[in-house]
């Protein structure tokens, strides 16, 4: 027997309500912000995620899909989206279009991580990318559109952390007191973290190793290194959220250890999700574009996992869905009448009321039992006597009350019924 790859998952109809549900909610947010949807293709050229998340990363040094195609270029299944919407960006001039480029997506992403709750091989995640202003309030309005999704859902048990990355000058000086802070402790850490030490020292902060986290306890602090303008930026970004009542914290070891990141970080935590608690995260990165090739143009947006926001709804029954249901399921009677049941059945269709029937030759009472078990709202009875003369009995599932109904006037009257 195949079964599916380890850390891939089937999405099967029963569970498919949950996952539509919130994509409509995800759609009806970032669409009430003027955020417009893009799709890009699921597997990119290698080189522009090396380019964008950065070789010595762990997702492009050990997580990545990558393979060379037919043609000899490396190709990789994409592990995040902001690369391949920013060279969208680039490649199709939107910059040219309009001055501030809001965008959103909803899309399956590959890293060959561990599987364990909340994390797959093959995930799926929603974000949003602004691209065009430095406006701080754009970094709050990624953070309020984020937790109003999250909110929309039901979950309560959310704990926002923020943080300032300052500007690039800022965090290059930060690291020189960062190193000279760890230089004694460097052979106490682990052998992630002391590649990190020479190669992405902010990525320390990141490690889940917690003789690491004891090391780097009394570490200083970037938030205290940053800038005039990267200060005032973020006070504004805390007043924002304050004045829409989107509770936060500050926490000064939330870092982002890519270049291009600047200013902004922020994640979104729930508490309902085991060891993997981050639902989504983001921050600005005004150096990202022109990394890839672009004019310089400034950048803010976030990522959300949908797996885990689905568990963390689940942990909490913060929502519920209704059960999956159909207009019409008709009963044939006699089984010489299939033909016409087939005819019935693609009327009404075309008039876009949910039909089925039975294709198994099975009795009236079993058609009846799988009516009740596709929540059919209204049963047809077609056969006998009432047949001969032109009628068919529609039963009310939901209350019992029954009438007949003119077979030259069926869809018709079908129609009328439904909508009230």
Same mark, same amino acid.
């Given at each position: 027997?195949?079964?599916?790859?380890?850390?891939?998952?089937?999405?099967?109809?029963?569970?498919?309500?949950?996952?539509?549900?919130?994509?409509?909610?995800?759609?009806?947010?970032?669409?009430?912000?003027?955020?417009?949807?893009?799709?890009?293709?699921?597997?990119?050229?290698?080189?522009?995620?090396?380019?964008?998340?950065?070789?010595?990363?762990?997702?492009?040094?050990?997580?990545?899909?990558?393979?060379?195609?037919?043609?000899?270029?490396?190709?990789?299944?994409? @592990?995040?989206?902001?690369?391949?919407?920013?060279?969208?960006?680039?490649?199709?001039?939107?910059?040219?279009?309009? @001055?501030?480029?809001?965008?959103?997506?909803?899309?399956?992403?590959?890293?060959?991580?561990?599987?364990?709750?909340?994390?797959?091989?093959?995930?799926?995640?929603?974000?949003?990318?602004?691209?065009?202003?430095?406006? @701080? +309030?754009?970094?709050? =309005?990624?953070?309020?559109?984020?937790? =109003?999704?999250?909110?929309?859902?039901?979950?309560? &048990?959310?704990?926002?952390?923020?943080?300032?990355?300052?500007?690039?000058?800022?965090?290059?000086?930060?690291?020189?007191? !960062?190193?000279?802070? !760890?230089?004694?402790?460097?052979?106490?850490?682990?052998?992630?973290?002391?590649?990190?030490?020479?190669?992405?020292?902010?990525?320390?902060?990141?490690?889940?190793?917690?003789?690491?986290?004891?090391?780097?306890?009394?570490?200083?602090? +970037?938030?205290?290194?940053?800038?005039?303008?990267?200060?005032?930026?973020?006070?504004?970004?805390?007043?924002?959220?304050?004045? +829409?009542?989107?509770?936060? =914290?500050?926490?000064?070891?939330?870092?982002?250890?890519?270049?291009?990141?600047?200013?902004?970080?922020?994640?979104?935590?729930?508490?309902?999700?085991?060891?993997?608690?981050? !639902?989504?995260?983001?921050?600005? /990165?005004?150096?990202?574009?022109?990394?890839?090739?672009?004019?310089?143009? @400034?950048?803010?947006?976030?990522?959300?996992?949908?797996?885990?926001?689905?568990?963390?709804?689940?942990?909490?029954?913060?929502?519920?869905?209704?059960?999956?249901?159909? &207009?019409?399921?008709?009963?044939?009677?006699?089984?010489?009448?299939?033909?016409?049941?087939?005819?019935?059945?693609?009327?009404?269709?075309?008039?876009?009321?949910?039909?089925? /029937?039975?294709?198994?030759?099975?009795?009236?009472?079993?058609?009846?039992?799988?009516?009740?078990?596709?929540?059919?709202?209204?049963? +047809?009875?077609?056969?006998?006597?009432?047949?001969? =003369?032109?009628?068919?009995?529609?039963?009310?599932?939901?209350?019992?009350?029954?009438?007949?109904?003119?077979?030259?006037?069926?869809?018709?009257?079908?129609?009328?019924?439904?909508?009230?």
């Amino acid at each position: 027997m195949i079964r599916a790859i380890k850390g891939t998952k089937d999405i099967l109809p029963a569970d498919i309500p949950r996952w539509r549900y919130l994509e409509e909610t995800v759609r009806r947010i970032f669409e009430n912000f003027n955020y417009k949807e893009i799709r890009t293709p699921v597997f990119e050229e290698t080189a522009l995620f090396a380019r964008s998340i950065g070789e010595e990363t762990d997702i492009v040094s050990k997580e990545m899909y990558t393979f060379t195609d037919k043609g000899g270029t490396s190709i990789t299944l994409k @592990p995040e989206m902001t690369a391949g919407v920013v060279r969208a960006f680039i490649e199709h001039s939107l910059g040219a279009q309009q @001055p501030l480029s809001k965008l959103y997506y909803i899309s399956p992403m590959f890293r060959q991580e561990r599987p364990q709750a909340g994390r797959l091989r093959q995930f799926h995640q929603f974000g949003a990318e602004a691209l065009g202003s430095t406006s @701080p +309030l754009l970094d709050a =309005e990624m953070i309020q559109m984020a937790y =109003e999704v999250l909110s929309s859902l039901g979950l309560k &048990d959310l704990s926002v952390k923020i943080n300032s990355l300052g500007v690039p000058a800022d965090r290059e000086n930060y690291k020189k007191i !960062l190193r000279e802070f !760890l230089s004694d402790k460097k052979d106490m850490l682990s052998e992630d973290s002391r590649k990190r030490f020479d190669k992405n020292i902010l990525r320390i902060f990141d490690s889940k190793v917690e003789s690491d986290q004891e090391l780097i306890k009394g570490a200083p602090l +970037l938030i205290d290194y940053i800038s005039e303008e990267s200060k005032n930026d973020f006070e504004i970004v805390k007043e924002y959220l304050s004045k +829409l009542s989107i509770p936060f =914290e500050l926490d000064p070891k939330l870092v982002r250890g890519l270049d291009y990141y600047t200013k902004t970080t922020f994640e979104i935590i729930s508490g309902k999700v085991g060891a993997q608690s981050a !639902l989504l995260g983001g921050g600005r /990165y005004d150096l990202l574009v022109e990394q890839l090739g672009g004019k310089p143009t @400034p950048g803010v947006g976030f990522a959300a996992g949908m797996e885990r926001i689905l568990l963390a709804c689940q942990n909490e029954n913060s929502f519920t869905v209704d059960e999956p249901s159909i &207009d019409i399921y008709i009963v044939r009677i006699d089984k010489e009448l299939d033909l016409v049941v087939s005819e019935i059945a693609s009327k009404l269709r075309k008039e876009n009321i949910a039909t089925d /029937y039975d294709y198994l030759q099975r009795s009236v009472k079993a058609q009846m039992r799988e009516a009740n078990k596709m929540n059919a709202k209204f049963t +047809l009875f077609v056969g006998g006597d009432e047949f001969k =003369e032109g009628m068919i009995n529609l039963k009310n599932m939901k209350t019992g009350e029954q009438q007949s109904i003119s077979v030259e006037n069926l869809t018709e009257t079908i129609q009328s019924i439904i909508k009230n």
